[in-house]
């Protein structure tokens, strides 16, 4: 399931709902759990410093990997 253009809005990923009409509810439910864990993430971590979007040759900060952490660990308590 990638995400591109949508065809309705333009954006990527999409923000107008169009591109996620045909996803199945079980995958809808991970996305969302997935946008509520990096809200609850840096609600909790207003200072939290993030790697440069796009550049790939950047490493990681502490951030970036405590958030991953974090997201795979609340999508996983979830899923279970």
């Given at each position: 399931?990638?995400l591109?253009?949508?065809?309705?809005?333009?954006?990527?990923?999409?923000?107008?709902?169009?591109?996620?009409?045909?996803?199945?509810?079980?995958?809808?439910?991970?996305?969302?759990?997935?946008?509520?864990?990096?809200?609850?993430?840096?609600?909790?971590?207003?200072?939290?410093?993030?790697?440069?979007?796009?550049?790939?040759n950047?490493?990681?900060?502490?951030?970036?990997?405590?958030?991953?952490?974090?997201v795979?660990?609340?999508?996983?308590?979830?899923?279970?």
């Open positions: 399931m990638g591109s253009d949508c065809s309705k809005c333009w954006e990527t990923p999409c923000q107008c709902g169009w591109d996620y009409r045909n996803w199945t509810m079980k995958s809808l439910v991970r996305f969302r759990n997935m946008i509520e864990a990096i809200i609850q993430y840096k609600s909790n971590n207003p200072d939290a410093c993030f790697s440069i979007f796009g550049l790939r950047q490493e990681q900060t502490q951030d970036d990997k405590a958030l991953m952490e974090y795979n660990n609340k999508i996983g308590e979830r899923d279970a």
